[in-house]
């Protein structure tokens, strides 16, 4: 599918002309007050300057991060640049329990529910199938909570990946979700969530999308 931008806002489009937003545009859309408030409070205590270089810093370490995972997982030797060099030492002990690679990054659209996105792997976690998403932090979260919108983002690809493919990736639909935290020189955290959790973020994140397409009415 091909990545377009309207007004600022992520869509991908397939070869049929057919438009869908992207989960991250809907999630940016359709944030919680609190979560406005505690990013503008951040802002102003860090400065406007300061908050604007550390976002710019981690998109290009994340997006850095992201290929060198993707060129690892294929069996080639990345070079790690010197910005995410301690964050590849803490993915690694994670990567090796890792087995059975189905997709990576790989743009998937939901038909169904109306919307695509980019899921950063699919692959056996410990042997157990599984979505899984990739984040950076300055220090462990510890608790689920603290990943945000993380979780309704993993559920979200999920659900597209399960529309889309159906049961054609491991001979069944995927139930299971991994949120990966790679940390600087310390091993990465790693938040396994089972079928019971996922169906909650599940309804959650169908709420937002909800909200999102009233939004755009």
């Known amino acids: 599918m091909k990545r377009t931008y309207i007004n600022g806002r992520v869509y991908y489009q397939d070869e049929k002309g057919i438009r869908l937003p992207s ?6 859309a359709t944030q919680p007050i609190e979560s406005v408030g505690t990013l503008s409070n951040w802002r102003n205590k860090v400065g406007n300057t300061e908050a604007t270089r550390m976002t710019s810093t981690s998109r290009r370490r994340g997006k850095l991060l992201h290929q ?3 060129d690892y997982l294929q069996g ?7 910005l995410i060099q301690p964050y590849c030492y ?16 790989t ?7 109306g919307y695509a996105g980019k899921v950063d792997l699919v ?35 999920g659900g597209a990946i399960n529309r889309y493919y159906r ?27 089972e079928r019971k959790q996922l169906i909650i973020y599940w309804q ?8 999102y397409v009233k939004k755009a009415a």
């Open 76 to 82: 080639l030797s990345p070079v790690a640049d010197s």
């Open 23 to 28: 989960v991250t545009t809907i999630l940016k």
């Open 167 to 193: 049961d054609s990736l491991f001979g069944a639909k995927i139930s299971n979700g991994l949120i990966i935290v790679a940390l600087p020189d310390q091993d990465a955290e790693e938040f396994l969530m």
């Open 123 to 157: 692959a056996r976690y410990q042997d157990v199938p599984c979505i899984i998403e990739l984040t950076t932090a300055e220090q462990p979260k510890q608790q689920i909570r603290k990943l945000y919108d993380k979780p309704l983002q993993l559920v979200a690809y």
């Open 107 to 113: 743009v998937v659209p939901n038909y169904v529910e």
């Open 90 to 105: 803490s993915l690694k002990s994670v990567l090796e329990k890792l087995s059975d690679v189905q997709l990576i990054e």
């Open 204 to 211: 959650e994140w169908l709420k937002r999308l909800e909200k």
């Open 68 to 70: 060198w995972v993707k």
